[in-house]
């Protein structure tokens, strides 16, 4: 295959400035400016996109129905590498970037809680120790994770060491693992409010705080469009605010 040169990487982020701003020209003939249009490409981690973004993207769509969104759903490290090659336009993240190579941007808080099944041993306690913690299964996610990685800081943080994990690659899975017993693990508040609320799940009262920020993710010097800067706008804005 072809690999670029150093020349060529450098001339490649030249080509793309070009190309968007010619993809910007065209949009602005095609409908004199006074209409946002165009197509973004969102790349974003699981929890965002299944329990976050569908509301806010559906918002936005009526308010312009000429301007498309789409979506491209991967973990942290996936939805990195996609901008870095140009598959998409922007990110939004749970983790951390294990290269420091983009720019990154506090876009919401987000809690962790730790659940299990309201038939386990812990359930029910008011209060659970860290020992406790360790001698139970684990249900985590898969390696390049934003949750995971969270999670695995806080629990070497608070010096928790699980004796036994298990992993799975999507959220809805974990939480039918922890509700038919298998295990207990900890998923963003979001992620849970439903299954805590008809009582499907419970909250382990925990001794710390398991705490991280959403992120936006862009590639610093790369052009972006009418249309992209709009959005990053729109998301900065207020939770209910679709224009």
């Keep these: 295959g072809l690999v670029l040169n150093d020349r060529g990487r450098l001339l490649l982020r030249k080509a793309e400035a070009l ?9 602005l003939t095609r409908d ?20 976050d973004l569908p509301r806010r993207i559906k918002a936005f769509h009526e308010s312009h129905p000429q301007a498309e969104i789409v979506l491209r759903v991967g973990n942290t490290k996936e939805v990195a590498q996609h901008l ?20 990154e941007e506090d ?5 962790l809680v730790v ?13 659970v120790t860290r020992s406790e ?7 985590m996610r898969e390696e390049g994770s ?3 990685s969270t999670l695995a800081g806080a629990l070497a943080d608070n010096k928790v060491r699980p004796r036994r994990m298990h992993r799975i690659g999507h959220t809805e899975a974990i939480k039918r693992a922890v509700e038919a017993g298998m295990g207990i693990s900890a998923l963003s508040h979001i992620a849970v409010a439903r299954e805590i609320a008809d009582g499907h799940l419970t ?13 936006i993710i862009t590639y610093p010097g790369r052009y972006q469009s009418r249309l992209v800067r709009h959005v990053l706008d729109w998301l900065r804005g207020p939770m209910d605010r679709a224009t």
Aim: net charge negative; glycine share 12%; proline share 4%.
């Design 107 to 111: 876009w919401q808080r987000d809690e």
């Design 19 to 27: 190309l968007g701003e010619a993809r910007e020209l065209a949009e």
């Design 203 to 215: 909250i382990l009262p925990v001794p710390f705080t398991i705490a991280r920020w959403f992120r």
């Design 32 to 51: 004199d400016g006074a209409a946002l249009a165009g197509t973004l490409h969102l790349g974003c981690s699981t929890t965002i996109t299944s329990y």
């Design 84 to 103: 870095r090659t140009g598959e998409i336009d922007l990110g939004l993240v749970e983790g951390d970037l294990i290269r420091q190579d983009l720019t």
């Design 146 to 148: 934003g949750t995971l």
């Design 115 to 127: 659940i299990a099944a309201p038939g386990h041993p812990l359930a029910g306690r008011k209060r």
């Design 133 to 139: 913690l360790g001698n139970e299964l684990w249900i």
